[in-house]
DNA sequence: AAAGTTTTGGCAACCGCTTGCCATGCGCTG
DNA sequence: CAGCGCATGGCAAGCGGTTGCCAAAACTTT
């Protein structure tokens, strides 16, 4: 019957301590700061630990030195293929420097946000908020009482690391403007977005400067069912391209236009954002700005770390932008005359 | 400067006592069993804390009790867009029961997943192995030590949940068998795989009832990548229909056979398993068999949290197969003359 | 050889919360 | 009105480690 429970009967530091003939203080000491005992000590402790089979209780550990090597992975719906590679990045990262990582979704929602990290505050040793949709003010109390890094997203005097939109989007509006398209139409995602409302800055910029002109509806849900009603709505507004928020919505608009028999990218370009799985399958494959997601976990797990161990010294590389390319596939295509 | 660590000046129980003039166990038990105190009382602490704004600290409560309202999920390689489903039923119904979830990838490697059951055991209240590499023995042996749920694998007295894959797997070959196929290749994925070995065995079983000849090759890297030589594989062995693995191997086959100019279906029927995300949007459209990764999550996490209520007793189901269901798209038709 | 350093190990006080046990005081029964 | 039981709150001992401080031991240094 598993127990497993509290009284298990698992061994601890007193048991190790016994067997060995030393002070459980000791016993401590050799295991997590082996320079403080002496080398054969240190030897004999192990020893005896390993005869009995003794794992340290993580637990028992963080209360006293608050240090929980465990780190917290937020995203904002974690439905969105988008974040898999966040999710894998932070892993892997977190797995080798020995931390565990806690995933959780917020579910679009500031105040999950919020209470999630008020929740878990004292058990992990920070937190890595992707595409958080809370508000700077709040981000920036937050980031005063708890270690934060955000991905996708930046605050001031807060870590973070983003991918390119800027230099990314105007690949995005030179590719389309050099297919002879004029009239762009931006699918908006979710109101709260700051990469949205950062992309589609970035995109009118773009697009001013190459005599393009460019409009936004919206908004639709960054999903395969939005991008429904969002190529409807593209469709509606004459443009000759489509820049949706991300490649689930482009995806999405992708299949209806194949419904409706719109032939993509002969009566319309489309182009996504993310490089999600799937979007080099697609039919046709799609056209997006490919960003290290995987890259982005990654690095704020780093940036957590190093915080941490750095104990509060400003990291130094605080705000990481990684770059970000064009993957030119074949949903995009010369303007129709 | 962000801290937020030990004596970060959280307030502790203990603050909470003295502002509402009782003793801290008076605290303790007014948050966690309120009907062991005067109701008047409770609304007193109730009101002190929330004042004060405190906060209970998961770590400290797990310690003495043993609890930690954490739940662990491993997976044998996040990468594989099969799991997220997984996670996600998983963690939508953790959050739902107040629990967190931790997510870990165990590299397809029975080792690290008893090494992190072991690391772990005392900081969560349980653990959903999905597709474990370990042995029966294995598992069985941890299985008295921690309580653990198996998704995707069956062991003798280990609770679990599968997706059906005998019914399932039946009208694969029913379909196939109607569509005039007469000789099926089965592309194995990892030897570890319970599940693959599974899916093998229903399927020479299937194919024996029909009259249909099934043959393995393999084993490949259940990738899409892996799909390239498994395409090339199962070109060469004159097979009407390949049976791959799983999705990702049968979707790398369709980039294949289209790199090759092979048709899909008309030269090849391809059928995979699983409906992962992109399985109806890639080109063409997958059959494949689908199961509800999802519920397999969610019924997994209900498992483990009834087994950690009731303390031991028996769950009511203790190994629950998901039905499965044959989502028929356009990789398959008539077999070629 | 005496005095001064450094190592090394033990003591005990925590970290913040839970819980078994006891003392109090009240309401009730007879 | 004495006697009893129960609801209520406090005490204190943990849970399994960490760590500041001190004393003994082992080395150096004059």
Chains 1, 2 share one sequence.
């Not at 530091?13 to 030393?22: D, L, P, Q, R, T």
């Not at 910029?205 to 429904?228: E, K």
């Not at 000759?240 to 608009?253: E, Q, R, S």
Request: hydrophobic share 40%.
């Amino acid at each position: 019957m598993a127990t497993g429970r509290a009284g298990s009967g698992r061994p601890t530091i007193y048991h190790v301590a016994k067997e060995a003939g030393v002070s459980p203080s000791t016993v401590s000491r050799a295991m997590s700061n082996p320079g403080r005992v002496n080398a054969a000590t240190v030897a004999r402790v192990i020893e005896a630990a390993t005869r009995l089979g003794y794992r340290t209780n993580p637990l028992a550990r963080a209360l006293p030195s608050g240090r929980t090597d465990t780190l917290a992975l937020f995203v904002s719906d974690i439905t969105n293929p988008h974040f898999f590679g966040v999710i894998r990045g932070a892993e892997h990262q977190a797995r080798a420097a020995g931390c565990t990582l806690i995933v959780g979704d917020t579910e679009e929602s500031p105040e999950v946000e919020a209470r999630n990290i008020e929740r878990l505050g004292p058990s992990v040793d920070g937190f890595v908020i992707a595409a958080s949709r809370m508000s700077d003010e709040e981000i920036t109390k937050l980031s005063a009482g708890h270690r934060l890094v955000l991905v996708s997203r930046q605050v001031a005097e807060v870590p973070s690391v983003i991918v390119d939109h800027a230099e990314g989007t105007r690949q995005i509006v030179e590719h389309l403007a050099s297919l002879g398209h004029r009239s762009i139409v931006f699918l908006a995602g979710p109101p709260r977005s700051w990469l949205g409302a950062r992309r589609w800055e970035s995109l009118t910029a773009a697009a001013g400067r190459h005599g393009v002109s460019a409009q936004r509806i919206g908004p639709f849900p960054p999903t395969l069912a939005g991008g429904g009603a969002a190529a409807d709505a593209a469709l509606g507004t004459g443009a000759t391209a489509a820049v949706a928020h991300n490649d689930l919505l482009a995806i999405g608009v992708l299949r209806r236009c194949a419904e409706r028999g719109v032939a993509v990218p002969e009566d319309l370009s489309v182009v996504g954002y993310d490089d999600i799985f799937g979007a080099d399958f697609c039919s046709p494959p799609l056209t997006t700005l490919a960003g290290q997601f995987q890259e982005s976990g990654r690095t704020a797990v780093d940036m957590l770390l190093a915080m941490r161990d750095r104990h509060g010294a400003r990291p130094a590389r605080n705000q990481v932008v990684l770059p970000s390319h064009l993957a030119i596939r074949r949903s995009t295509g010369p303007a129709p005359r």
